[in-house]
């Protein structure tokens, strides 16, 4: 039972999507923490490091293995991460010590990162894609209706429905332009050991690099971002960005669905326990308070670049607590568009 | 499988508070629900709405009821709230249409707020007074050592111990009296109606609160607080101040426990993937992190009073997003300080 | 030249509130600062720890002294603080170096603030009680009135137009009260000298506090608040829950104007450059942006509750950044709403 | 006199940065409004939409025209924005009201805000420019110089100068690239009339578009982006990225100055009212407030996206009171980092 809206057992019922749940879930960042290690043993064999033949079986024993979850929650209560009771599970199951080696907790966790923003972006580009889809279709059906423009709250002049919805349409078009610039340097391995430098990996730093980011589909960097966060701020952003326009998107249609102004029907709209003729226009509410809670959140986000020295707890932790959160919500959010758009019977002046 | 860090597999091993997730739980939440509603069909038959002992079978057969979670997750899903999902079951269950009636979905979802947070305070009190003595005992056995007094990062001149102490328990003792001074605020029944104006209990309003208040040991109110908000800032507020000042205590342990520094020692400190001889204070660190959760979750709080006309679902749904988020923060981090100060195993100028 | 709204050429025709703004300017700050001077020059004398005849001297000499401005703002470029830079000029001036002694730069920077918080609290709550009589009235004018009311933003019941401004009006009311339960705790004069602990007074301590409270009327307090920001805190909170509750009526009142709503008229609403004949609610619209622009600055506030060891640089200067803002976009705020509530025609279903 | 402390009498010592508060003053401001204005009047002319001559009249009055500012901020009190009493004024110096004729407030103030956007970016990238080449000196002199390297505030292995500050070049070097791809974007007219559809442009839009454009040599685009505040965003986000990266530089050089650890030596830091041996580490402190002063308000021009309708007075007017003073708080951030890596005296192991 999660207080969390997203996994919340009845609440999730609006706010909940199960496919960028998936994404983040615990399950799934195990996996690319399993596929890191793996990745890692196998580099070591390949670039010399350690036995080539050893290697591949540690890494196979890696993926192979079911992992004692009780042990990794205990470990984290220890030692602030899951990854020592990890590492020492996998030893033991490899029976050897040469797992994880050169690595850092943070290598194994930000790289987890790096792979599941990837997926968390390649979804919101599909479903971008759908909306825009969703959008063109009412425009095509409906945009040559005419509106009044209102702006400050006020009556302007005569707009199309064209006019309207291409507001709506062409920031999630630029959105969808951003997920192609800033794939390449969000998904990037994170390969720095102890203290960044990758001192550990002597001479064969470049290789072992080049080798886990080839098995994990990721690219190379020349060093470490453990402390430099500006593409964690940047996929923020584009979350917010994305939960923003929509919100605007559900803003408007809040005010297109008033008595008085009616310029939008709706089917299948909230009900109300005292006032079983209401129709509320739930969903697109839901888009305005995704928007202002990703504002509320990116800001941590930003707080969390003040990284001290080589590696800070505080402000890596400090992403733990935002980021994935915002992700869920720019999910929820494109989700629900579809959803509430899918739902538009009619735009338009009233009759 | 949760994304929240207070409730995920392994985080929840730094980040989890066990009691305080319990008072936040959504059986917990469902249990208020479902009390309100035992209470207001009691209040019915005791201000002459309905037949009082029809009433009462009413009110037990809520309390004694088994809710199907599932129908009010579809039904969320489609009215935005478990509430009228919720109506419709008791509604069968109890064999009459009298449930609920003259109440609002806000009423009962607000009043099993105002009981949760109340809780929460109570929780919060608890451990703020033990922590108030764990640090008055720091005092007593370390109090009289000397240290370097800093200011702006930088040795100025020396203190005592007790001097350092002093500036974490002060501001504790402090929120234990605005505990107090909030609670009554905070403890008030959640009765409006449709509008907020209760005008569908006539002239049984007074009675009617009065009587659901007393079941519920809430405060009565002159009017609903649908759209008034204060309060809820008032107890985020409070929540930010607590996990604020712990923050505070947790970055100057961080500090103290530097090498070249070492004013501090700690027992059992978190260990390092690559570099086993290291001890983080993980702990400390974990506080800093969750002050700043909380200062930023607090902006969505404030964000919220905009609350437009009778009702907003924005507003109040982006409270649902925010405010249990904190509770939790705040929990965990008394939790955490707890451990923190008995880890002390020295404070003061290094030998 | 500005770019701060408030004090902005032509944006302060809008922003501008010129109370507050004296109230925090640079030469109010400056006299706050002088008279702490002037009142710690005296307390010495009284207390023994400076002849007093000399000290009254030294104090005369502060009050009747003229600052040299660009030496401060050198001093500011060297040192972070105005203080070193203005305590060698009032040496100077007294042709004595005892002047300042025992104090810190903080001292004499909180205490003209715990001053300034105070007199704006005491503007706040004028204007408090002014825009609750204007409310009062309004609610005899046309309290009566019916009008719909509005939940989620769809049509839900009929309400009267008293039970709208009731939403508007109590939330002003009971900051009245908070203004004055915080009053005494703002109203605290700083002391603390270089590490917080007034270690340089020795024992003549309890006496400078009271007697540099009792010449500036503010109230003692046992120790330092140099790191212990919890008052500040809830200062920044009273400011944005005024501008919060503001805010709702804004957005009210903006959604009341509308085409096709027409529940309020107003007079000498805003022009468009565009379009003449549109009468834009820009005080109401404003409204929204200052409260949604002090639930954005409070966060910063709270971010600089992590005050590490006896005094934090970082951490002050956020408040520096944050707090006078907020005070002038409450003012700001308050100001708009009386403008706003007086061109207030009509209120109530149209006709 | 302003509570800003950019702008402020003396904290403007500390704080002030003379260049991107020229970029951002009143008078720059109005220039920009005037250069549209007149390029509106040669592109009216051009397209055929006034009389050529008439117009490159008009223009010329309008560059050589003296504003009365006292009327723009009545002006601004009435109408929430300056542009009808500018017009007003420009329409009697020129003699003709063939003066903004189908354009709109927002066209004048937003086509004035992206000039002023690009300006500062030209200005920011050279300071960044400047830094990354001291960086790239210091590392020249200091890099091989053993340090330890140190993560979660303790101790961990040793590193060397340059694996320091390499994360702190590398991410301004980034930065670099990303103003390079953000120029376009931003650098874009703002032409839409009364509701952003250029409907009173009729056929000649796209030629008073590119005319207009060409004139204030800015991109042209295919709608007018008045509610589409996507690059808005984006910039902000920009300037906290910059001020987010330097204050983990400041934040380091904090750590790294303290008493114990004396791995950096700074020439001509702050001094202290109360211990005149003390040398703080303020511009190093600073540039962690302006980071964390950035990090809030990106909070608020993400709420500023939620831009109802075809034009919301009240998002635009939050970007007011945020955009500016991010782009100070920048400015400031980069003029000190100037300061404080001019001061390195020393790096490294202490002796």
């Known amino acids: ?28 960042q195990l996996a690319h923490m399993l596929a890191f290690e793996a990745a890692w043993s196998r580099a070591r064999g390949a670039c010399g490091l350690s036995d080539a033949q050893e290697a591949e079986a540690t890494a196979q024993a890696i ?16 030692d602030g991460l899951p990854i020592p009771a990890l590492v020492k599970q996998l030893k033991a199951i490899a029976g050897t010590k040469d797992v994880h080696l050169g690595a850092t907790s943070q290598d ?21 894609e759908e909306i825009v889809g969703q959008l063109a279709q009412l425009e095509q059906r409906f945009g040559d209706q005419a509106m009044m423009g209102r702006t400050r709250m006020q009556a302007a002049l ?9 507001t709506w349409r062409l920031p999630l078009q630029g959105y969808l332009k951003r997920i192609e610039l800033l794939r390449p340097n969000i998904g990037v391995v994170q390969v720095g050991g102890a203290v960044g430098n990758r001192a550990a990996l002597g001479d064969h730093s470049e290789c072992i690099v080049a080798s886990v980011a080839k098995a994990l589909d990721l690219n190379v960097s020349d060093r470490a971002w453990h402390v430099m966060r500006d593409t964690v701020v940047e996929a923020a952003t584009l979350f ?79 992403e ?32």
């Open 1 to 28: 039972m999660s207080i969390n809206v997203f996994e919340h057992p009845w609440l999730s019922g609006l706010f909940g999507d199960a496919e960028i749940s998936a994404i983040w879930a615990a399950d799934a």
């Open 108 to 128: 194994v966790i930000d790289t987890a990162l790096a792979i599941t923003l990837l997926k968390s972006l390649d979804l919101f580009k599909s479903r971008l």
């Open 63 to 78: 993926e192979s293995t079911t992992i004692d979850g009780d042990d990794l929650r205990r470990g984290t209560g220890i």
């Open 320 to 351: 733990w607590l935002t980021v994935p959160q915002m992700a869920l919500a720019t999910g929820s959010s494109l989700l629900l568009t579809k959803k509430l758009l899918a739902s538009v019977e009619r735009i338009g002046e009233a009759g």
């Open 158 to 166: 005569p707009i199309t429905v064209n006019d309207r919805i291409e």
């Open 240 to 318: 917010s960005l994305i939960s923003g326009s929509l919100g605007k998107l559900g803003q408007d249609i809040t005010l297109m669905a008033q008595q008085g102004v009616g310029e939008i029907t709706l089917s299948g709209s909230g009900g109300s326990s005292a006032m079983p003729h209401k129709q509320n226009p739930i969903l697109a509410e839901t888009l305005v308070s995704l928007a202002r809670y990703n504002a509320t959140q990116v800001a941590g986000v930003h707080q969390a670049m003040v990284h001290e020295q080589e590696r800070s707890g505080t402000a890596w932790m400090l």
